[in-house]
């Protein structure tokens, strides 16, 4: 058996258990995430469910204990390996020439310094818009639901909930347009930044 067959193979097998052992860990995160808001929400005094701070969130942990664990887990296990790529070739260029990991690493701090502020800013962003996602879904359900169907057009109120909802949806709209024009110009800085430390460091090289 040649040795590019059983490469071959062995990483095959390697993406299979990848895979299959991240549905199992995000299965797993998923049931302990929900674990932890039915334990917090079923503890709550019922004077808690008054405040909307409580509201705001039970409804970010409830929608994120279903949707982010796969995310959670599949960025860990990348990372994982990105962790062990990166150490393999560092090692191999600290064998061959050790100033080039120092370039490397020089040009790419302020890739990660803007990556940080880019990511504090969405997570910013997301906290934001806890109230209005649920006041814009009450809305939503209210227009949609067979049970609120015969009031809302006994009292002609169809108008007045779809203009609330589609503000509150512009509304999001609007601050992720300048979220999205913030996180790409601060890309841009640290792409222009690292460029030009990576330049400065092979400059003083030569």
């Known amino acids: 058996v040649s040795p590019v067959a059983i490469l071959t193979a062995v990483l095959q097998l390697a993406t299979l258990l990848r895979s299959e ?15 932890q808001v039915v334990a917090v929400a079923s503890s709550a005094d019922l004077l808690a469910f008054e405040r909307p701070m409580f509201h705001n969130a039970l409804q970010r942990a409830q929608i994120n204990a279903i949707n982010r664990p796969v995310q959670m887990v599949t960025a860990l296990i990348s990372t994982l390996s990105g962790v062990v790529s990166v150490a393999v070739l560092a090692g191999l260029l600290l064998y061959l ?18 990556s940080r502020a880019a990511s504090r800013a969405f997570y910013r962003f997301a906290v934001g818009q806890i109230e209005r ?16 169907a ?54 003083f090289l030569i």
């Open 21 to 35: 052992l991240t549905r199992l860990m995000a299965l797993e995160v998923e049931r302990y995430a929900v674990d």
């Open 97 to 114: 020439q050790p100033l080039i990991v120092l370039f490397v690493a020089v040009g790419a701090v302020p890739a990660w310094l803007t």
């Open 133 to 148: 996602d649920r006041r814009r879904n009450y809305f939503y359900v209210l227009l949609t639901s067979r049970v609120n």
């Open 150 to 203: 015969a009031e809302i057009r006994s009292f002609s109120t169809s108008a007045h909930f779809r203009s609330l909802h589609d503000g509150l949806y512009e509304q999001k709209l609007s601050e992720m347009r300048n979220l999205v024009r913030f996180r790409t110009r601060i890309a841009c800085f640290g792409t222009v930044g690292s460029a030009i430390a990576t330049a400065g460091m092979l400059l």
